[in-house]
């Protein structure tokens, strides 16, 4: 059924000459995936002699990697080079689904590492600006530097137990040993500290890079912590580290105040919403973990709407200053609709799915020290700011007098895929059946 399921959504890409069909079709694969995989995602966890892990985990994962890569796909529709950007997408969606479904513990650190080759094509070929070769081999060193120590530790763990079968192996290990294994995932979370590179790459990716990374490869780490947990033993890091995200929790939602650049203050939004993983891995109960694949797949979700607006608002405005960008209120009636839209669904307003997410974190908050409540009401305060931020500079305030669009600009062809984006994200409710 997974094979089927596969096979399934690359036939989607193959006939991605219509945009029609290619929606129609995505609508109904979409459906089908649910329900053929529906006998094999009940249960916990089943594993076959291939280390195929199937749970809950991989359903989500599996079906917010599907959804990304295909509105991604359709926005690098009109690329210059079609075969080659065919080859990179499905290149990311084995790399990433492999991560997503396996219980092998070499090849979940193989493909993890391998799935920012993808990505750091992407960045070179199609990139922004002229130093973007520079910016790649910095998201390089990040991955190598974290990264490079892990293998040994797997070989190791490989050589003294015998297998790979990442259910079975202890957590006996040293501290310092169990600590880099949470740093390599770590890195592409990202944990603030670890993510200088992620405005870099934001930044130099076109948009459709910046959607997969933000929405697919930043979940890599989460799903990364959630495989390797009992292993890690990441509970007993909480006393060492829950001050630490505490205090950076505040602080990168206040560098998110901060920011001028549109794109990178998305791309700061992402580090400050995806420090909660950590939170709600150590609280370590059913309704943490629950919280968490709501958290990482609905995250997924805003983060494409947010990078699909801004690229459109950078084709409209060529550029992503926020004090450029003005004036929206009059110019574009839908795409105003649209982007009050995406601010609820980021803000996680009810009753958009994200508001579910937000509760559960709340809940789960109650379980490390009552006293965290405050800082995730204040967390909660400091993300309304910085989104009004933007939606009161993109929207209400005055046009500059130079600016002209074309017609193709104001169209509603122009806004066609940015829109059905939100439509074609309905079928996600069936997900929550499976909670």
Not at 288 to 295: D, K, Y
């Amino acid at each position: 059924m997974l094979t089927l399921s596969v096979l399934s959504c690359l036939f989607s890409f193959l006939v991605s000459s219509s945009y029609l069909l290619l929606r129609v079709l995505f609508i109904l694969l979409f459906y089908y995936f649910l329900q053929a995989s529906r006998s094999f995602f009940l249960s916990s966890i089943t594993v076959s002699s291939s280390f195929i892990s199937v749970d809950t985990v991989s359903l989500f994962m599996s079906c917010l990697l599907f959804l990304v890569l295909y509105l991604s796909y359709i926005v690098a529709f009109s690329s210059s080079s079609p075969r080659t950007m065919f080859l990179v997408f499905v290149a990311l969606f084995i790399f990433c689904y492999s991560v997503f479904t396996t219980s092998h513990l070499f090849l979940l650190y193989f493909y993890y590492e391998a799935s920012l080759v993808p990505i750091l094509f992407i960045i070179i070929k199609w990139g922004s600006y002229p130093e973007r070769s520079l910016r790649a081999i910095i998201i390089l060193a990040y991955t190598l530097i974290f990264g490079a120590p892990v293998l040994i530790l797997i070989i190791y763990y490989n050589i003294s137990l015998g297998t790979w079968y990442i259910p079975i192996i202890n957590s006996n290990e040293s501290f310092f040993a169990r600590f880099l294994l949470f740093l390599c995932f770590s890195v592409k979370l990202p944990i603030y500290g670890l993510h200088f590179w992620l405005p870099i790459a934001h930044v130099e990716a076109p948009t459709y890079g910046s959607v997969i990374l933000a929405s697919v490869l930043l979940k890599l780490g989460g799903v990364g912590l959630l495989r390797l947990e009992d292993v890690i033993n990441i509970s007993s890091f909480k006393d060492f580290l829950l001050s630490y995200f505490m205090i950076f929790i505040l602080f990168s939602s206040v560098v998110c105040c901060y920011q001028s650049d549109f794109k990178r203050l998305i791309a700061y939004s992402s580090v400050a919403h995806m420090i909660v993983v950590p939170f709600l891995i150590f609280s370590n109960n059913y309704l943490s973990i629950m919280s968490i694949l709501l958290v990482i797949f609905l995250h997924g979700l805003s983060s494409t709407l947010m990078f699909l607006r801004v690229g459109y608002l950078y084709l409209m405005y060529s550029t992503r200053q926020l004090v450029l960008i003005r004036g929206l209120l009059l110019l574009s009636p839908l795409f105003r609709f649209c982007l009050v839209l995406t601010f609820l669904f980021t803000l996680s307003a009810p009753p958009f799915p994200s508001y579910v997410a937000e509760v559960f974190f709340f809940l789960s908050s109650f379980f490390l020290s009552s006293f965290f409540i405050y800082v995730i009401l204040l967390f909660a305060f400091l993300g309304l700011v910085y989104n009004l931020n933007w939606l009161s500079s993109v929207l209400f305030s005055s046009s500059r007098s130079s600016l002209i669009f074309s017609s193709f600009f104001l169209s509603y062809r122009f806004f066609l895929c940015s829109s059905l984006a939100l439509i074609e994200m309905l079928p996600v409710v069936f997900l929550f059946y499976f909670l």
